[in-house]
């Protein structure tokens, strides 16, 4: 009996450590902890447990407001503003981050059900705010006085429904092939404008002793960027890919020829091998190899990476002295650079009981000298959201890029719904030889497919 | 038996109500989300609508899973076994006989108590194109067999089970320790005068009497090695192209697109392999012991 007793006491205990695992699945809170506490970040720890209702009210009531947003989201000058702000007004505007992956769902758990647990959030504008249902939770804008100052591209991007709801001091972006000017000049090398050039280059290049590209093929978001550099030949084969695509799962992306040639053209570079290493590209061989790219292109190790443009600001703050330029990526013989359609908004949650403290605050930043403080600041910033804003300077990538492209094509991303968060390992597949284009284009399909069922039922 | 030191049954309840509310509840919650549509697609209106059985057929129609689940096991096993034998070898090292056995046993436990997310920073590092790793072979003379160790496909797993090893040695180590230091030294005094030598006295006296601590290292690395997530997590973040995936990482990822139905069927099918390698665990025990 004692035997069998032990026995079912064993049995239980392994059940319960079995089970610890699932304890975290069984409600988002404690994954979401889990996850600041992993990544150790003293500033995430602290989002979390500012995100707390009761602190949250009754800071409203006594004149503060709560402002959420992702890690990178807010910069230096942003705090300095809000302490300007609260140097004039007595109202201290709280800063509550969380770690970019896991922002969209503590947003989502936050503003749940109607709470006035922030007063303000940031969240991406266009068609990203429209999915995630923002116009249900935010205040009306349209008539604040900042809005007849605000560039069209801004209203346009934070506009749903004919009402205004963002508040953007963000600024447009370009994407192309990032290159080493100074470099190129010095080889007599010419910036290529086919598909057949470019890969022509890339051997020039690799002839001259130095590895053509920086790619960062191993984190999580920065690959997919070649497959939004399609977004002009989409545009080109359908101009209403957007609609097309959004209205229905049987819609798809394999529908698009030039989309499955121009994977198959991106799959060509990737997969191209010498030895067991990659041909054309490399990176620093880690799992986050981001910012392996500064000193690899600082170094002349690589010459060239798909990016933005305002990365070349960040190169100089780095202290490459080397001037960089952009192209469009020639893939198919495309001459179209795409932009990303306008960065992050500010939003006022409908449910605050600080409205009017949040919408002074939002006159506070577009004031003129506030925006040329900020916009000073932010070298990241190519472009503002605010018309004559002076302090706003672009790169010599992002003028290289203009005049190299026709009307610059907002990125796929920001306008298709359900776009597969997988995509990154389809490429990697396909960079390894285990996945094809034909897979990738199945892969989102199916992922879409599965979203509009979700979203149906 | 002294009946009046027995404390009350209901001295229990206070921990046993947070127990419940706290563990049991949401692990019950976690089963019945499994099959549901829970999800947050939409961030402000999330949805939950029960649909049976749809997430575990979707999950195992996933050619994907069966890789993922094949390489969990392999993960924990090689993992078990490695954390295990070095360990166990450590600990008869550092029983007695050293001088410096207290400093070493400190030194070899140290990274059990670090957090995985630094070891993995540092491994990271250690093991990235220009780190340590490929600088030593290089030094050594093995330039071509240097490489980026995390993001080759065929080096990554292994890789990462060197770091998880390299991480829980130590805490095997002092159960093992823990275990010889119960055996009755008598029992090696009494064989050397029979005339038994070292391997002879480590089979028959050591081996035997070490298996609880075995049995207790067994079901916790293998717990350890089949709910693996933040070593890899910071590691590989599962990559190259999923070739580290595990089940955890997985959940993680399903958690990640807002589809928490389907996370929380990832999770019950993680609960079931775990569950049923404990009761394999424990019934070589029982077999020991009968």
């Not at chain 2, 600990?91 to 410096?100: Q, V």
């Amino acid at each position: 009996m004692k035997k069998l007793t032990n026995k079912v006491m064993a049995a239980s205990l392994v059940v319960c450590m079995a089970a610890s695992m699932l304890a975290g699945c069984g409600n988002s809170a404690p994954e979401e902890a889990d996850t600041a506490e992993m990544t150790g970040a003293a500033e995430e720890a602290d989002a979390t447990k500012k995100a707390d209702t009761e602190e949250t009210t009754e800071s409203a009531a006594a004149g503060e407001i709560n402002l959420m947003a992702s890690q990178n989201w807010i910069k230096d000058v942003d705090n300095e503003l809000f302490d300007k702000f609260e140097e004039e007004t007595g109202i201290k505007v709280k800063v509550s981050l969380t770690p970019d992956n896991e922002y969209e769902t503590l947003l989502g758990t936050t503003l749940s059900g109607g709470s006035d647990v922030v007063d303000m959030f940031m969240y991406g504008a266009g068609s990203q705010m429209i999915s995630a249902g923002i116009p249900d939770v935010a205040v009306d804008l349209s008539g604040e006085e900042w809005v007849n100052n605000l560039e069209i591209w801004a209203v346009n991007a934070n506009t749903y429904d004919g009402k205004l709801i963002g508040f953007s001091t963000w600024g447009v972006d370009y994407e192309g092939v990032l290159y080493n000017k100074t470099y190129f000049e010095e080889n007599n090398l010419e910036v290529p404008e086919t598909w057949d050039e470019f890969m022509a280059l890339c051997d020039q290049i690799k002839g001259l002793g130095v590895t053509p590209l920086y790619e960062g093929i191993n984190g999580t978001w920065h690959t997919q960027s070649w497959v939004y550099a399609m977004t002009p030949l989409m545009a080109k084969e359908n101009p209403d890919y957007i609609e097309y695509l959004n209205e229905s799962k049987d819609n798809k992306f394999a529908d698009f020829k030039c989309f499955r040639d121009g994977l198959g053209q991106i799959e060509q570079l990737l997969a191209a091998k010498e030895g067991s290493a990659p041909k054309y590209y490399t990176n620093d061989g880690q799992a986050e190899d981001w910012f392996g790219s500064y000193i690899s292109l600082q170094d002349r190790e690589t010459v060239m990476m798909f990016t933005y443009s305002a990365y070349a600001a960040e190169l100089k703050a780095n202290g490459c002295t080397d001037e960089f330029g952009m192209f469009p990526l020639p893939v198919l013989d495309n001459k179209t650079a795409v932009s990303n359609g306008g960065g992050y908004s500010k939003f006022i949650n409908k449910n605050s009981k600080n409205i009017e403290a949040c919408k002074a605050l939002l006159n506070f930043l577009a004031e003129d000298e506030n925006l040329e403080t900020y916009y000073a600041a932010r070298t990241d910033l190519v472009t503002a959201s605010f018309k004559d804003v002076e302090s706003v300077a672009a790169t010599t990538a992002t003028t290289d890029v203009l005049s190299r492209t026709e009307e610059p094509v907002v990125m796929l991303i920001k306008d298709v719904l359900y776009w597969d968060p997988d995509v990154y390992k389809y490429l990697q597949g396909m960079a390894d030889g285990t996945t094809s284009s034909d897979d990738f284009i199945s892969n989102v399909d199916e992922y879409r497919e599965t979203m509009f069922d979700t979203v149906a039922e | 038996m002294y009946r009046k030191k027995i404390y009350k049954s209901y001295f229990t309840y206070p921990a046993l109500f947070f127990y419940i509310l706290l563990f049991i509840i949401p692990v019950i919650l976690n089963f019945v989300y499994s099959f549901t549509n829970w999800n947050a697609i939409k961030m402000t209106g999330e949805t939950v609508k029960f649909v049976g059985l749809d997430n575990y057929i979707k999950i195992f129609q996933n050619k994907e899973l069966i890789r993922v689940i094949f390489r969990t096991l392999f993960f924990a096993a090689v993992t078990t076994f490695f954390k295990n034998i070095v360990g166990f070898l450590l600990a008869l090292a550092f029983n007695e006989g050293l001088k410096t056995r207290n400093i070493l046993r400190a030194i070899f436990f140290l990274p059990a108590m670090l957090s995985p997310l630094i070891i993995g920073l540092i491994f990271g590092s250690v093991f990235m194109k220009n780190g340590f790793a490929n600088q030593l072979l290089i030094v050594l003379g093995f330039e071509n067999l240097t490489r980026s160790w995390l993001t080759t496909k065929s080096t990554a797993l292994g890789t990462t089970m060197f770091v998880e090893i390299w991480r829980q040695v130590g805490y095997h180590m002092v159960i093992y320790l823990a275990g010889l230091q119960l055996i009755d030294k008598t029992y090696y005094e009494a064989a050397a005068v029979d005339g038994a030598n070292e391997m002879q006295q480590l089979i028959f006296i050591t081996l035997p009497r070490i298996i609880p601590s075995l049995i207790i290292n067994l079901l916790l690395s293998l717990s350890q090695g089949l709910k693996a997530f933040d070593i890899i997590f910071v590691l590989t973040g599962g990559g190259p192209s999923g070739s580290t995936e595990l089940i955890n990482t997985l959940v993680f990822r399903e958690f990640g697109k807002k589809l928490y139905g389907m996370s929380s069927a990832y999770g019950v099918i993680l609960f079931v392999i775990t569950a049923v390698a404990g009761l394999l665990v424990l019934k070589l025990r029982d077999d020991q012991d009968e």
